[in-house]
């Protein structure tokens, strides 16, 4: 059974930073391309950065250069380490899990709020 379980939201102050982990089990990170999704209330689920399983990673153009994703195989688990963080960030950010041809699987989110 697959299971991806994210952690390291919070409350944060404007140009604060965070690291969000998703801890996968059930399936290895590194035959899968990874992504953070977020989704803010009334707003569509988006794309905010993924990791292809060869490790090329990309990102949406309203985050380039605050935050950077990565990936650890020996622990399973990817990271988005969120710098210069704006009140527009504030989400549930989601991890999810795909490969061609195979089911895709999402976390259940954790929270990130950016307010003073």
């Known amino acids: 059974q697959v299971q991806l379980v994210e952690s390291g939201g919070g409350l944060v102050q404007p140009g604060g930073s965070l690291r969000l982990s998703c801890a996968a089990s059930?399936?290895?990170?590194?035959?899968?391309?990874m992504g953070w999704f977020r989704q803010a209330p009334g707003k569509e689920r988006e794309l905010v950065a993924a990791?292809?399983?060869?490790?090329?990673?990309n990102y949406a153009d309203f985050v380039k250069g605050r935050f950077t994703i990565s990936r650890d195989v020996t622990k399973n688990t990817v990271y988005l380490q969120m710098n210069s963080l704006k009140p527009e960030d504030t989400a549930v950010y989601l991890c999810?899990?795909?490969?061609?041809?195979?089911?895709?699987?999402w976390g259940q989110g954790t929270q990130v709020t950016v307010s003073s």
């Open positions: 999810n899990m795909k490969r061609i041809g195979a089911a895709q699987y």
């Open positions: 059930g399936r290895s990170i590194i035959i899968h391309t």
């Open positions: 990791i292809t399983s060869g490790g090329s990673s």
